[in-house]
């Protein structure tokens, strides 16, 4: 049972374009979403985080948005750099309902194109 | 101010043995979350712990696997009489407060049973 879903497996994106990743999630409880970037053999490293009474949340070049009627998030890069090119990794908790454990989606390889 | 720290980075067993891998929070932070990565899968939770308290153990194998976090020392995660299906990336986060932070991860503990 996958409750949150990255349903594009890879994205490759023009150095200095908009890269816009995707996550759905199906689990209505989830109430802080989080994207986490991965560079192989590293650990995640946290990039932005949103709250379930916000739209939308921004911190430089990254811009998440919120559409929690459609159960939709994303992350919007902006302009796109060679370095960004890494694995993107949604998450989601249920933290007011003391749960805090994240719930990941499988991910997206963002190859930035120079 | 240190990030997570794991060790080893790189753990190779032999079917039947045992798997010791540590994690040291980061400094002031509390609260310790397991999650491990299959090859080509996103990041499951396994669990939950404070000092001395296993807070949500929900997503840790009925057997073999155990996990503890003492007072004094590091959390340690451990698979007792390996198989080859433990073979993966082993991610350690921690955060200073509960189900109000953000998780941030170690470098994670890559598994190899052979």
């Known amino acids: 049972d996958q409750q949150v879903k990255q349903n594009s497996p890879s994205l490759s994106v023009q150095e200095g374009r908009i890269s816009i990743l995707n996550c759905d999630y199906t689990n209505s409880m989830f109430d802080y979403f989080l994207w986490y970037k991965k560079y192989p053999a590293e650990g995640p490293t946290f990039l932005i985080s949103?709250?379930?009474?916000?739209d939308k949340n921004e911190d430089g070049r990254f811009t998440v948005f919120l559409n929690k009627s459609a159960k939709h998030l994303s992350l919007h890069i902006v302009p796109s750099q060679p370095g960004d090119s890494a694995v993107y990794f949604c998450?989601?908790?249920?933290?007011?309902?003391?749960?805090?454990?994240?719930?990941f989606g499988t991910g997206t390889r963002l190859t930035i194109i120079p | 101010n240190a990030g997570v720290m794991q060790n080893p980075r790189h753990l190779v067993r032999r079917r039947g043995q045992e798997a010791r891998l540590r994690c040291s929070p980061m400094k002031g932070h509390s609260h310790v979350y397991w999650y491990r990565q299959l090859p080509e899968e996103g990041l499951k939770f396994m669990v939950y712990?404070?000092?001395?308290?296993?807070?949500?153990e929900s997503g840790m194998p009925k057997e073999r696997f155990s996990a503890e976090f003492p007072k004094e020392g590091p959390s340690i995660l451990r698979i007792q009489q390996v198989v080859r299906g433990d073979s993966a990336a082993y991610f350690c986060a921690s955060s200073p407060r509960r189900a109000t932070d953000t998780q941030y991860f170690g470098p994670g503990t890559r598994l190899t049973v052979l």
């Open positions: 998450a989601a908790s249920a933290r007011d309902f003391g749960n805090e454990k994240l719930t």
């Open positions: 712990l404070q000092k001395e308290n296993i807070i949500d």
């Open positions: 949103i709250s379930s009474i916000k």
